[in-house]
Structure formats: C-alpha cells, structure tokens
C-alpha cells in the first residue's frame, strides 16, 4: 500500500511556498502524486530517475510578476515597430534596418487599435521605433492617436528633421511625448565608427533643435564597452545641453541583429516588453525580427498575446528560479 | 494614533510568516493597521494574550476554550474563517474493515492525534463517552505535534499510518487532514470514512476586555472586507484556508466546553 500521500501531506506541509520536496516514487505511485498534486494546487515539477518533486504551491503569475518593479512589469510596456527602413545602416542594428531593408509598416488604422487595446489591458506607456519613424508620411498621425491614449516616447535618430519633416516634427504634441535620440559618445569617432561618418553631429544638431522645439528629449548610447572616462564626458555633455540624468541611457550592444558581439539576450533570461511589429508579437524590441522570441502572429486580440506572454514569463521563472536581466530600451 | 494591534499566532509552518506578512500588509495604511508576533506553541501565545503583550491572538479552539475559562469567559471571540464555522472530525478505517459505525469500534484499536489536538483527541474521546464505548475501546496516542494543538497535522498523519500498519483499526482526523490526503479517492481501497462529528468551530481571533472595541471594530470590519474576488487577498486568504473571514460561531464550541470540563483538561498547560 502506497504511503506516498501522507508523506506528500507532511513534507510539503514543512515546506514553504515555492519550495521544493523530493520524494523516492515508485512507477506505480506517479499516478497519486499527479492526482494528488491537481487534488491540492501543488505543482508536479518532475518524476524522472525515481523522483517524484513536487513545489509546494500552484505556477501562479501572482509572484513572479509581483517580483518586478511596476514600471518594468510584462505589459506595461508597448512597444511598436512602426516600418524597419531606415536612413543610416548601423553596424550593430538589433533590428538589420538601413535603406535596403524593405519597408514593413504596422500603419495607422493599426497601431491604433494595439494602443487602444493595449492601454485596456494595462499598458502605462507606448514607445515607436523605427528603423527610423521619421521616414513614415504619417509619423504625426501615428504620433497623436498613440499620445492620446498613453504617454508615449519615440525613437529616432534625430537626423531627418528638414521640410515636410521639420513642420511633422513641429506639429507632435509636446505634453506626453520624449523624443528618445541616439548618441553613442561625447565626441564623434565612436559614435560614427558605428553609424556612418557625420552622423554624430547630424544627432547632436537633432538633439539641439529637439530641445529648442521644446520637446523632453531622452539620449540613449549604445556602448560596446564600458569606459568611465567617457562615460562621464558623454554625461558631461549632456548635463551641460539641460536633459536630466533620468534622460541619459547608456547600455551595451545586444547580440542580435547585425552585432557580431554583444550581450546575449534570451528569453528565458530577458524581461519582456511586449513588442508588435508588421510580422507578429515578440517578447522584447532587441529582437523583433528575431524567429526565436516571437510569441505569436496574431496582433489581435491585443490582450490575448499579453496573457500569452505573462503564461510565458512565469513558466521560464519558475523554471530557472533565477532573476531574469533587464535589457533597457528606453 | 494608536499604536498597531499585536496579533499572535503560532509558527507551526514556514509558510505562517508569508500569510502574515500578508495580512499585515493589508492592513497597511489602514484605520486599523496591525504587527504580528509568531509563538511557538499556543500555551506561550495564550500566556502573551492574558499578559497583555499581544492584543489579539489566532487561537485554536481548544486555545479558545483554555482562554475563556482563565478569563472566567471575559475573552471575546472576533472573527473566523468560514472554514472555522463548519469543521468536524472523521473516523477513518482500512477498506473492508468492517467498521461502520462508533459502536463498531468496541473491542477495536482507535489512534488519536496529539492530546492538545480538539479534532484529533479532545473531542474523539468526547463522542465515545457520549456514545457509551469510552471504556471499550482501545486508544493509541500519537503525540507528534504536542503543544500546537494538532495544527501540523502530523500526528494525524500519523495515526493513519498506524492504521495502514495494523497497528490500530481506526484513526480520528479532522477533515481539513482528511481532505488533505483526498479523502479515500488518492489512495483506492486503502481508507475509508465510517462515521462524522456534528459540525464545530474551529479558530477565532480572540482579544480581551482590556482592549476597546474601538481599536477592534475597525480591524474587524478591514478583515471582514477581504475578498476572494481580489487576487491580492486570494493569496491570503488561499494560504489560510478559507474564502472569507465571518463572525464567530460561539455555539460550536459546546462540545470543546463539554468535553474539556468531562476529561479534565487543564485550564494552563
Ligand atoms: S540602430 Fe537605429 S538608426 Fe541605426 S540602423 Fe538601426 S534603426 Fe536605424
């Protein structure tokens, strides 16, 4: 006669929530033991070599998802892909944009809807990225249906800004809106190894004439290893054109896209932001072009895929049990 | 402002540290916030209660009953789970065994729990003496969890054991451990139920008259809004074992009171 329910009872009863118990399980008790785990919202965490283990508790988003900041939450987040092309071919690009790639916008009628929906299920703030946004004709419309739902910050390289594009950017609204600019380095040469010779001071005229329109400006730098002294000349920069601390964003190349190098960056390990371009939802805007990390082609229902990857999320914390990394954006 | 209401309670899992730290969060920023302070038996918690170092503590029922008689019944009882109002004990047997009512077990081995335990010995003696076999039967004790009042549930576990070993014909549980090993449908053709208690109470949040109703009422009106419906208080409430908090049913403590006073249990312990 099996005894195994009683010992499942008692073990589990010493053992605190999320904790683990091993116990020797015959073949023929498997049977119990998943009975009894469904019978008692204990999870059944594997029965192999002889082992029954068992955690006390049910895989619950409940904890896993309370254990990370509000701000950095799955879903609280959205980001969007707004077309891939781009003007500049950066060495790195996570997301292989340049003027070749071919044009993959989500368009209006779209991004409306995702914003909309996304802002019904919880999403606190949208972020746009391109490749470069600014090479959409609608960039403003896109603009306005996103920052009238949800504070909203859009990517660009600061480069484009002449013409019919000046007078797009001039027309954004400045009340829930940052323009996040990239800018690698304090001075050019790091910065144009990567992206293409002139177009450090192409983004430092960006960054001036964005302030100047008075918009909150947020600088983001890519940096392939961290050096202090020029971390600190890059903060030194931009301390003295007035964008506060909480704007400056250093972070180091992904391993993705076009980077040969880089920080690895997997599911598994990566927290996600949900991230929806022309092809499907992915876990995180480093890799939406990326097979591995789609979660689903279904853009809608919006909250379907949000469900789908929180399910995700706390499948792979359970799993590992280790703190997943934050890859910033933004 | 008043200073938070202390709340004791005995440690008899890890998992009372999270439950209420819980509690207590959600109490936080609230007309009545709480602390808590865990006890490692319930001799100690009632000791800390009559001593005034705690303001309330989460009894069990024999803890209740011990209470109301040092007190000369002026404790007060505040609040239980719904789980509290509806408990009883069971009287299990090996399949087969041919056991199907109290008088059956004349002549027979019974394994009680832990002597502090209400559902697994106080009361299990007590339904034998109402039923006139008191003297018949044989009593195995398995004193596993002495001094928590059976809350581990070990020595029920126990008991079972005991009856799977042939050690005993019978073992008395409460249903929340008979529940817990799924009744007789996990282990088919192993145990069976043969006889059930009356329903009794089981926990209560008790306090003196030296703490004010207007230091209570408040804290149990905040407790009372505990809803299932929130996943945040879920958790709680899942950890506890009830779905809500409700008032206290004083008259399913009869039996405790009878049974206690017919075996003498000691007041202190
Ligand atoms: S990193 Fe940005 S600016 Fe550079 S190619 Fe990619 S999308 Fe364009």
Request: aromatic share 8%; proline share 5%; charged share 25%.
């Amino acid at each position: 006669m099996s005894r195994i329910v009683l010992d499942l009872v008692e073990r589990l009863g010493m053992t605190p929530v999320g904790g683990i118990v091993e116990l020797p399980a015959a073949a023929a008790d498997l049977p119990i033991v998943s009975a009894w785990c469904a019978h008692s919202g204990n999870e059944l965490v594997s029965t192999a070599g002889g082992l029954a283990v068992v955690r006390r508790g049910r895989v619950d988003e409940g904890p896993a998802v309370r254990d990370v900041a509000t701000e950095h939450r799955p879903g609280s987040r959205l980001w969007l892909y707004t077309n891939f092309d781009c003007n500049l071919a950066c060495d790195y690009c996570c997301s292989r944009s340049s003027p070749k790639a071919p044009r993959r916008a989500l368009g209006l009628d779209r991004i409306t809807r995702l914003v909309t929906e996304g802002a019904a299920a919880g999403v606190r703030e949208v972020f746009l990225t391109g490749g470069e946004p600014f090479l959409l004709p609608d960039i403003d419309a896109v603009v306005q249906a996103c920052t009238d739902r949800l504070p909203t910050t859009l990517l660009t390289n600061g480069m484009l800004w002449r013409g019919r594009r000046l007078q797009l950017l001039r027309a954004m609204p400045r009340d829930r809106l940052a323009l996040q600019i990239s800018l690698d380095s304090a001075t050019a040469t790091q910065h144009d190894r990567h992206r293409g010779d002139g177009s450090w001071q192409r983004a430092m005229t960006g960054i001036r004439l964005a302030l100047d329109e008075g918009f909150r400006v947020r600088v983001a730098a890519t940096v392939t290893a961290y050096d202090s002294a020029e971390t600190t000349a890059l903060h030194d920069l931009l301390d003295g054109l007035g964008i506060t601390r909480d704007d400056q964003l250093i972070r180091p190349v992904a391993h993705r896209g076009f980077a040969d190098d880089g920080v690895d960056l997997t599911v598994e390990t990566l927290l996600p932001e949900i991230t929806v371009t022309a092809d499907g939802v992915y876990w995180h805007p480093v890799a939406a072009d990326h097979p591995d990390q789609l979660v689903t082609t279904e853009l809608f229902p919006f909250a379907h895929a949000l469900d789908e990857v929180i399910r995700r999320f706390t499948t792979y914390r359970h799993a590992a049990d280790t703190a997943a990394s934050r890859f910033p954006c933004a | 402002m008043n200073q938070p209401l202390l709340v004791g309670a005995v440690a008899y899992t890890p998992n009372v540290v999270p439950i209420w730290e819980g509690i207590r969060d959600y109490f936080a920023g609230g007309p009545a916030e709480m602390d808590f302070v865990l006890f490692s038996n319930y001799g100690r918690q009632v000791d800390a209660l009559l001593a005034g170092h705690v303001d309330i503590a989460w009894n069990t029922n024999l803890a209740w009953v011990r209470t109301v008689m040092q007190t000369d019944g002026a404790c007060r009882a505040l609040a239980m789970r719904d789980t509290d109002a509806t408990f009883a004990t069971v009287f299990v047997t090996r399949t087969g065994a041919g056991l199907r009512s109290l008088d059956d077990l004349k002549g027979r081995r019974l394994a009680l729990g832990s002597r502090d335990s209400a559902q697994a010995a106080v009361l299990p003696v007590h339904y034998l003496r109402q039923a006139g076999i008191a003297d018949d039967v044989e009593l195995l004790r398995i004193d596993s969890d002495l001094g928590k009042h059976g809350d581990t549930g070990r020595s029920e576990l126990d008991a079972i054991r005991a009856v799977l070993d042939d050690r005993a014909d019978a073992a008395a549980l409460g249903i929340t451990t008979w529940e817990a090993i799924g009744r007789d449908e996990l282990m088919p053709g192993a145990l069976q139920e043969f006889w059930r208690s009356p329903q009794y109470s089981h926990c209560n949040f008790t306090t003196l008259p030296s703490v004010p109703a207007e230091r209570t009422d408040p804290w149990v009106a905040q407790l009372m809004a505990m809803s299932w419906d929130d996943p945040h208080h879920r958790r709680i409430l899942e950890l506890e074992g009830l779905r809500r908090w409700v008032p206290p049913r004083l008259e399913g403590y009869e039996s405790l009171f009878d049974a206690v006073r017919d075996q003498q249990v000691s007041a202190r312990w």
